[in-house]
């Protein structure tokens, strides 16, 4: 029972550059339309919040 899994996944620094294109790409999928809903959030609110 030493604490440590022999089974622990490999971090994104010790991937491929395959795998690390596929986190890239993974990240921009719901980072982009994250950012967007929360411009538009910030932005409605501003109109609701103004008048």
């Known amino acids: 029972m030493s604490g440590e899994s022999s089974t622990s996944p ?3 620094a010790a991937a491929g550059p395959g795998r690390r294109g596929l986190i890239v790409f993974a990240w921009l999928w719901v980072g982009v339309p994250l950012a967007y809903g929360l411009y ?3 932005r409605k609110a501003t109109q609701l919040f103004t008048g």
Do not use: H, I, N, T
């Open 10 to 12: 490999p971090d994104a």
């Open 40 to 42: 538009e959030l910030v």
